[in-house]
């Protein structure tokens, strides 16, 4: 987990006179709606936003994984103390000199008996050590860490239909992205670890929580901020913080990558379904792409939206239409980048 939070100082973040060509392609001098945020924020690290808006349901299934495994961690490690906590006692208080369950009668047992009794503590001592070395700080970081953690982050949540998620840079930050000769989209940085980490199939199919990897962690106590801005009003909605990149620049201040807007995002739905259209038009099949658009209207809300249910309802009346044709509905979604996202909000 993070430990910019500790690491925060509003005083490095004021930058100093520059003019806006010294900001890399593609990035902007950040915008004043994302100050209250940006205050917030670690200089030396990299920072991605945005809004996860996978179903609450699928969200609490996800997370249940790690609080079982966790949890269960937890109680293994405790019946191992509970376990080990008298033989450690028993060895201590023969080193002292005193004769315990632990004490081994030199006189009366072999040396290769001795050597086996040494061999087997020898690697007790290893398995303890690795275990609660490399193992132990999984649930200790999953539930006590602070000042914020995974059970702390969804306790206070909950499980919202849309989340911020804010990951922030693991092993590298933005020395690495903005020193050098090449900085920006130019720098190998910005082409091996932020591109694959915006990659819209993983975004869409991945909670926030499953984002975690060897280069971006989650900021949990920065997730709850974000939240806590936004019921304040001093962020006026979520859509204002999706889809940042977010990095600090000496002599310009913060400066940001906005990777999709939401004119971005309604083009590209409107190739997709021109290209779906094509594509049954080729097979002969142009009547499924009107029944597949009259299913949508069908089942939407009011407000132009769907529930969760309305979306599996939608996705199973489909799946059954286009079986009755002989056409595999999600080999040719698949054919023109996935049509998920496309029946979710209105036109």
Request: aromatic letters at 10%.
């Amino acid at each position: 987990m993070s430990k910019a939070a500790a690491k925060r100082s509003k005083s490095s973040t004021t930058p100093k006179p520059s003019t806006i060509s010294q900001i890399p392609t593609p990035f902007t001098k950040a915008p004043t709606i994302l100050t209250p945020l940006l205050d917030r924020l670690d200089p030396a690290q990299v920072y991605i936003t945005h809004i996860d808006r996978l179903p609450p349901d699928h969200k609490k299934q996800i997370f249940l994984i790690p609080v079982l495994l966790n949890g269960s961690i937890a109680l293994l490690l405790l019946w191992r103390l509970y376990t080990a906590i008298p033989i450690y006692w028993a060895i201590v208080q023969t080193l002292l000199g005193y004769t315990s369950s632990a004490t081994v009668d030199v006189v009366n047992t072999t040396r290769r008996e001795q050597i086996w009794v040494l061999l087997r503590r020898v690697g007790m001592f290893l398995f303890d050590f690795l275990l609660f070395r490399f193992v132990g700080p999984w649930p200790l970081t999953f539930f006590g860490e602070r000042p914020a953690n995974p059970v702390v982050w969804r306790w206070r949540l909950g499980f919202l239909p849309e989340e911020v998620v804010v990951r922030v840079s693991r092993g590298w930050g933005a020395e690495e992205l903005m020193k050098g000769v090449k900085q920006g989209e130019e720098n190998a940085f910005f082409k091996t670890r932020i591109l694959p980490a915006i990659d819209g199939v993983v975004l869409r199919r991945k909670t926030g929580y499953l984002l975690m990897d060897k280069s971006w962690d989650l900021d949990f106590e920065l997730m709850l901020d974000a939240h806590a801005l936004l019921k304040q009003e001093d962020i006026k909605a979520a859509r204002d913080l999706d889809k940042f990149v977010l990095v600090f620049m000496d002599g310009v201040g913060w400066i940001v990558w906005q990777w999709e807007t939401d004119i971005d995002v309604v083009q590209d739905r409107r190739k997709k379904v021109i290209m779906f259209k094509e594509l049954l038009t080729k097979l002969g099949k142009e009547s499924l792409f009107f029944k597949w658009m009259e299913i949508v209207e069908e089942e939407r809300d009011t407000d132009g939206g769907f529930t969760t249910a309305g979306q599996q309802k939608v996705a199973e009346r489909v799946q059954r239409e286009f079986e009755k044709e002989g056409v595999d509905f999600e080999d040719l979604a698949k054919g023109v980048g996935g049509l998920e996202e496309l029946p979710v909000e209105g036109k």
